[in-house]
T-cell receptor, first 111, second 111 residues
């Protein structure tokens, strides 16, 4: 999914560290999303944004924050990482039908 | 409450046989329904969607899905499975301006 890129692809960090995951898109979409994926739980929405001035909490926003720096960029931060934030994180964009386009994911491990 | 259920954690099928991956939903109003596939170490890829019109929707890689309003179902099907279809499949339904994802079904196609 070259239209949506995520950095880093893998990250190992320690409890208490601040971490930022970055997402960029060339789809030209206004809508962007951050999800986390855990085995058996599917995808859960962390935050979403409909434009640069619009940020909304998803179902599991506690412990996370986001920044929409531009239409094409949406970053996710863990202010003080904890082990249960170990997961696979996905960024996505969508068109008006909500068909979503996903990035390749960031595998985050918090020790 | 709005929800999506994928009742099978795993579906096993022999190559060449037809496959079905089940999905039921609960959402008010007319549903927008989606299927995504996730291959190992990749992001989710869009397969198909139902918004309105014909209840049988055709998508990528020979997959199709049948919308059944009375049974609130949107099962994914393929007439003849390939080993390369082995992956994790997610059903999703639109709710307001978000997608609600099911927990995923792992499809294993045996040679």
């Amino acid at each position: 999914d070259a239209d949506v890129t995520q950095t880093p692809r893998n990250r190992i960090t320690k409890t208490g560290k601040r971490i930022m995951l970055e997402c960029s898109q060339t789809k030209g979409h206004d809508r962007m999303y951050w999800y986390r994926q855990d085995p058996g739980l599917g995808l859960r929405l962390i935050y979403y944004s409909f434009d640069v001035k619009d940020i909304n909490k998803g179902e599991i926003s506690d412990g996370y924050s986001v920044s929409r720096q531009a239409q094409a960029k949406f970053s996710l931060s863990l202010e003080s990482a904890i082990p249960n934030q170990t997961a696979l994180y996905f960024c996505a964009t969508s068109d008006l039908t909500l068909e979503q386009f996903f990035g390749p994911g960031t595998r985050l491990t918090v020790l | 409450a709005q929800s999506v259920a994928q009742p099978e954690d795993q579906v096993n099928v022999a190559e060449g046989n037809p496959l079905t991956v089940k999905c039921t939903y609960s959402v008010s109003g007319n549903p927008y329904l989606f299927w995504y596939v996730q291959y190992p170490n990749r992001g989710l890829q869009f397969l198909l969607k139902y918004i309105t019109g014909d209840n049988l929707v055709k998508g990528s890689y020979g997959f199709e899905a049948e919308f059944n309003k009375s049974q609130t179902s949107f099962h994914l099907k393929k007439p003849s499975a390939l080993v390369s279809d082995s992956a994790l499949y997610f059903c999703a339904v639109r709710f307001t301006d978000k997608l609600i994802f099911g927990t995923g079904t792992r499809l294993q196609v045996f040679p």
